[in-house]
């Protein structure tokens, strides 16, 4: 039995001449079946309520404007639920709708029930059809055309394959629309690669705000936490069926042998930071090399204003981040604590150990 993520992108979604998004849904439907009938568990995150929405709606092109696209979203966000519907209600399964944004994620307790609700689900044999909230988050919600939210759910969920359909069958080392000596790239072995990778990519699409770029970091949040990743050609109609009997995308990203775990993959990628502190060389080789927590003797300057128990970066003297976690004490406490006759006086801990990740874990 494997739990598999599907994310199925835009592109792929809108449908085209030769096949309506009707008849789209309808033939990965048949795939999630025919792997459901097996014992398998899957979960969809999809894109596409902001392009539905706008052909529906008549539009053209993608409109610019935030609140445009938020209604087209609304517009289209239900349509697209409908579809989903119909395909798998009459192959004997239920399906639920999950709309989330950044800040749903990156609370704890609400990256918690979260998990909660699509386990539940899952055992329930019913199919999470999960989509950004795109009718109401904004621009600094925005996760990127649902590859990065696909790595999150798939991370919080424990799922053993995440498979990102596109309309290109594999990675390439350039564009090979512009670059006619692009080569092919079958495997990705470890981080180093991918982050190789990232450096090198661009964005890129009319109607996804994703790209190749985007899919190479959900590929790193995914992997990271020990899940096999498939970027695959959603064009081709046997492609999902095969790939749900246990064939292989046309670029596989290789799991993390020791996966960093929960927590700490909630730590990195799900949450962003509100402030930097800034530590001393002592405190930066304690962090990284001896198992240490941070501690107030330790910092050299906060940056920003954050309370207690928000995220933090935590950078080198160089600027450099070294690793991120949850500040337990706010940044006006820790203003007032690098005074020479606090400082001098208390020692406590600022982010523990166990709610700290370290960048250089990220890399391996």
């Known amino acids: 039995m494997t739990l598999w993520v599907i994310k199925i992108g835009t592109s792929l979604i809108r449908g085209t001449r030769s096949e309506s998004t009707e008849q789209f849904i309808e033939s990965i439907s048949n795939s999630i079946a025919i792997a459901k ?37 609304a517009v289209g966000q239900g349509h697209l639920m409908s579809l989903y519907e119909k395909a798998l209600i009459k192959r004997g399964y239920h399906v639920a709708q999950i709309l989330l944004t950044r800040l749903d994620l990156g609370s704890r307790l609400s990256y918690k029930n979260a998990t909660l609700t699509l386990t539940k689900l899952l055992k329930w044999g019913v199919v999470p059809i999960v989509n950004e909230n795109d009718s109401i988050s904004d621009e600094e919600l925005r996760y990127g055309d649902n590859d990065t939210l696909s790595a999150l759910v798939a991370n919080l969920i424990k799922a053993d394959q995440l498979i990102l359909l596109t309309d290109i069958d594999k990675l390439y080392s350039d564009d090979p629309k512009s670059n006619k000596e692009a080569k092919p790239i079958s495997d990705v072995h470890n981080q180093k690669e ?13 109607w996804g705000t994703g790209g190749i770029r985007t899919k190479l970091a959900a590929a790193r949040i995914a992997t990271n936490n020990g899940i096999t990743v498939h970027l695959a050609d959603g064009r081709k109609p046997a492609i ?10 046309g670029t596989v990203f290789h799991p993390n042998p020791k996966p960093i775990g929960s ?38 300057s906060v940056e920003g204003n954050f309370e207690s128990n928000q995220p933090v970066r935590i950078i080198s003297k160089a600027k450099e981040e070294i690793a991120r976690g949850i500040s337990s004490i706010s940044s006006a406490y820790l203003r007032n604590s690098l005074k020479e006759e606090i400082r001098s006086t208390r020692s406590q801990i600022v982010v523990h150990r166990d709610v700290l990740v370290l960048t250089s874990d990220l890399l391996n």
């Open 263 to 300: 927590i700490k993959s909630w730590l990195a990628h799900a949450i962003e930071p509100v402030g930097s502190i800034e530590l001393d060389e002592g405190a930066c080789e304690a962090i990284q090399t001896k198992g240490a927590s941070l501690l107030i003797v330790g910092i050299v």
């Open 240 to 249: 999902l069926n095969d790939l749900l009997k246990g064939s292989r995308g």
């Open 194 to 206: 991918l982050k190789t990778l990232e450096d090198l990519s661009s964005n890129s699409g009319t």
């Open 37 to 73: 009938g097996k014992g398998d568990s899957i979960i969809i995150v999809t894109s596409g309520a902001v392009g539905i929405g706008c052909s529906r709606l008549g539009l053209k092109t993608r409109p610019p404007e935030l609140s445009s696209l938020q209604a087209a979203a």
